[in-house]
């Protein structure tokens, strides 16, 4: 079966940390995976995108990284601040190639908590 | 800028009620989607358009029905409502090229009681 896998644990860091969260995913094959931001009660926030022929993209303080062998994204964030605490979803794109139009199957997000 | 909005914020309704979920975008893209969050599951697409007066099935369309007549509108109506319907709804948007984010409203808290 398919599935999304983003560790459903919160992820505790000290500010200043390097936060690093994990997707996994299971029989796709995406080729664009994408990072989203999502407070309390609020709408996802996009983040960065990253295609399957990219090993790495960075933005700021945001690096992803996207092993399709592996089957795995990893998102850092460097200098960590208590403002970077949310929940942040993966997503991938399974049908842009196929028919142009934008298909994302999301994971459940991690949510992360940076403490001063 | 508005970029989505979505109306209205929180709604209790009664089982077997109906009612529609309001989502309008101001940045002219061609996409739109509806998706349900339940807690600890992830976004699960509902319905979705590619186009003023184009709609599909997403991955759980039971229960719901969708129109777009215009490009900036996408209303979603819950028929008959049923407690399975409880859930945090959120309208997307994203321009028509692939490789494109998406851009989503705060959501409606919908509670079916």
């Known amino acids: 079966s398919q599935k999304i896998e983003q560790n459903s644990e919160a992820l505790n860091i000290q500010e200043g940390k390097t936060a690093t969260l994990t997707c996994n995913y299971t029989n796709y094959s995406p080729a664009y995976l994408q990072w989203y931001r999502q407070d309390p009660g609020r709408g996802p926030v996009f983040l960065l995108l990253i295609r399957e022929n990219e090993k790495e993209k960075r933005k700021e303080r945001l690096k992803v990284t996207f092993d399709t062998t592996l089957k795995q994204s990893l998102f850092h964030i460097t200098a960590s601040q208590p403002a970077d605490s949310a929940t942040y979803l993966c997503a991938l794109d399974i049908n842009s190639m196929n028919t142009g139009f934008q298909k994302l199957v999301f994971g459940t997000g991690t949510r992360l908590l940076v403490s001063p | 800028n508005a970029g989505v909005t979505q109306t209205p914020k929180f709604r209790i309704l009664k089982i077997g009620q109906s009612m529609t979920l309001q989502c309008t975008q101001d940045m002219n893209h061609n996409y739109m989607y509806w998706y349900r969050q339940d807690p600890g599951m992830g976004l699960k697409l509902i319905y979705y358009?590619?186009?003023?007066?184009?709609?599909d099935k997403g991955e759980v369309p039971n229960g719901y029905n969708v129109s777009r007549s215009t490009t900036e509108d996408f209303p979603l109506r819950l028929e008959l409502a049923a407690p399975s319907q409880t859930s945090v709804y959120f309208c997307?948007?994203?321009?028509?090229?692939?490789?494109?984010?998406?851009?989503f409203g705060d959501g409606t808290r919908l509670s079916i009681l």
């Open positions: 358009s590619v186009g003023a007066g184009i709609t």
């Open positions: 997307a948007s994203s321009p028509r090229q692939s490789n494109q984010p998406q851009h």
